[in-house]
């Protein structure tokens, strides 16, 4: 029953920033994946927004992905500042790294779940396929009790 719960919440979470995005024009997206941790393998689905840009080139984007698999239930939340380097971008291409701090709730199946704080490296490389919607692909490295690997596919909309 918590893991509906969560799903819930996750849905909410996204339909809210989907409608701050009609208010605000804040760029949000999807993002799904695969995890790989010495204790389990997963594949995650989330969410994502650039919630604000502090400085030129960077960003503020924070995420939300649940992770099924490996009799392991993962719900993560990372709080992420990217720089976007525009000296290297190309055309349509774009490049960019970064990282933060992260909140990772495990519940393996029959065992008590445990929340810990984490730290994480990231980087990937973006396409705009419309002048809209950005597809990126993204790795992420967990330097601090997270996820050791995890490679994402998104989408994002402006």
């Known amino acids: 029953m918590n893991k509906i719960r969560v799903v819930v919440t996750a849905a909410l979470l996204l339909a809210t920033v989907g409608t701050a995005h009609a208010e605000m024009a804040i760029p949000w997206g ?3 994946g695969y995890t790989g941790d010495s204790n389990f393998q997963q594949l995650f689905v989330g969410c994502h927004a650039e919630v604000a840009r ?4 960077t960003g503020l984007q924070p995420s939300l992905e649940v992770g099924f698999g490996d009799d ?7 709080l992420d500042l990217f720089y976007q380097f525009t000296e290297l971008a190309q055309k349509d291409w774009s490049f960019y790294a970064g990282g933060g701090v992260a909140i990772n709730h495990f519940n393996p199946d029959g065992l008590s779940s445990h929340t810990e704080f984490g730290l994480n490296v990231a980087g990937g490389v973006g ?3 419309s002048r809209s919607n950005r597809l990126f692909t993204e790795i992420r490295i ?6 050791d690997f995890k490679i994402s596919l998104g989408l994002t909309f402006f």
Do not use: H, K, Q, Y
């Open 30 to 32: 999807f993002r799904a």
């Open 54 to 57: 502090p400085f030129g080139n």
């Open 72 to 78: 392991i239930f993962v719900i993560a939340l990372n």
């Open 127 to 129: 396409l705009m396929i």
């Open 142 to 147: 967990g330097l601090e009790d997270s996820p």
